[in-house]
């Protein structure tokens, strides 16, 4: 095969909408996988904020309302209108947010971030769910990855194990693999919510999560090298945009009604 074996649609960074027709971007290929063009990159969860060196110890509590996560559309999306992740600064006020100064220089975002956290719950049942948020100059945020960790599942899930409400565990919450290209105007939030209504239905009421910014706690995204192994092949374009599939046509016979449950 003449091809490259691994081919992905590296995303601009887009204003979040229910609906996207196309999603500006650009094909790019490797070679193989783990990727030497990839470099994993560590940053460090200091109180509120994302920083290359790790700041003093601090306890940090969030307990998300039940409410949160409405913004979060549908973890498996087919691209149809409703279902793809709104602006996420709604979701702000039910969330540990952690931000990053804007971007200096161009990042390329391919494979799957992760973040270790140090926490502890106050009930034996708990998750955390995890938001890698591309903010906008205005304030608008979109969402690059999220990652789920239901805390009974820490060690494995075949045999899960209820948590012990106070003790401090250390967790490796992965992410979905994902491609994305910021602007260089972009700034990075890293987001914890401790209950997320429409990806783990609802939780205890009024859990408490208290995060540890600690040494070890920190994320780490893969970092792609510059513009280089752009797919090219005989009558093909690098920059062809994705695009969403056409509206259905139909006819409604009533109006319809959708519950989440």
Known sequence: MEEPPLQFYMMDSVPPRPYLEERPGRWIAEREWPSRNVEVRKFMLNPHRIEAQAAPERALSVASPQSTGLASGDWGSFGVAGDVPADQSLDSFGSLEFDSEPLTERLEILGNAATMLDLAVDRRVAS????????????????????????????????PQPAAPGQRYRVNVPMTGTTCRPPSESRRIHSILADHMALAGAGDLDAVHRCLATA????????????????????????IACHGAAPWTHRALREHRSTDR
Do not use: M, W, Y
């Not at 955390?128 to 060690?155: H, K, M, W, Y």
């Open 216 to 239: 070890a706690a920190g994320t780490q995204a893969p970092g792609r090298r510059g513009r280089v192994a752009t797919v090219t092949r005989a009558g093909g374009r690098a920059d």
């Open 128 to 159: 955390v769910t995890l938001r890698l948020i591309d903010v906008a100059p205005d304030g608008s945020g979109a969402v690059v990855a999220r990652g789920f960790l239901n805390l009974a599942q820490r060690e494995s899930r075949e045999k």
